[in-house]
């Protein structure tokens, strides 16, 4: 059974800080990550995908990724008011449909 | 970027109606699109996939016959719920995949509201 594993939080940090988002997965053929940011009342916004090993930045965006130990996180630098949302983790098998599997998200909460 | 729109974005309607959501590609070719349901603080809950020319898989315990997914094109598909009841008041958000990279993205959303 395909699961992905997220702590709900409310994971609190103060503005300026590094806000470090984990998630784990169970399935090893596992290829494909993203990170998803869902403002309450809105619709997921896709905001870091990441396919292999090791780090990728995008601003004060920076995803890890572990096929070893199957986790990937998220770190955001600086956090922001802005940034208080619900980060939701999506992995996709190789080979199969394409269907991503979803953690229930970690509700983030930066306060000034 | 990709971007996904969906329409209408609220509907209000009465017990017993039928309601048409419409969830559009615009700027890509998607031969993949999911239908979502979410209600208040809860998790996404993925209702079906749908592809290109061909019938939809929905997940286990969503009845077909009441969210009918049609999706005409590479950068149409429509969610049709019939014979709507209060219970079916959610939030209903479409996704396209762009398959080269397995990303999804997703439309805004529709709110529904039956009476």
Known sequence: QKEVEQNSGPLSVPEGAIASL???????VSQSFFWYRQYSGKSPELIMSIYSNGDKEDGRFT???NKASQYVSLLIRDSQPSDSATYLCAVVLSGGSYIPTFGRGTSLIVHP | GAVVSQHPSRVICKSGTSVK?????LDFQATTM??????PKKSLM???TSNEGSKATY???????????????LTLSTLTVTSAHP??????????????????FFGPGTRLTVL
């Not at chain 1, 984990?22 to 090893?28: A, E, F, G, L």
């Not at chain 2, 999911?34 to 209600?39: A, D, L, V």
């Not at chain 2, 219970?87 to 999804?104: K, L, P, V, W």
């Open chain 2, 21 to 25: 959501i419409e969830c559009r590609s």
């Open chain 2, 34 to 39: 999911f239908w979502y349901r979410q209600f």
């Open chain 1, 22 to 28: 984990n998630c784990t997965y169970s399935d090893r």
């Open chain 2, 59 to 73: 997940e286990q315990g969503v009845e077909k016959d009441k969210f009918l997914i049609n999706h005409a094109s």
């Open chain 2, 87 to 104: 219970e079916d008041s959610s939030f209903y958000i479409c996704s396209a995949g762009r398959d080269t990279y397995n990303e999804q």
């Open chain 2, 46 to 48: 993925l209702m079906a």
């Open chain 1, 63 to 65: 995803a890890q990724l």
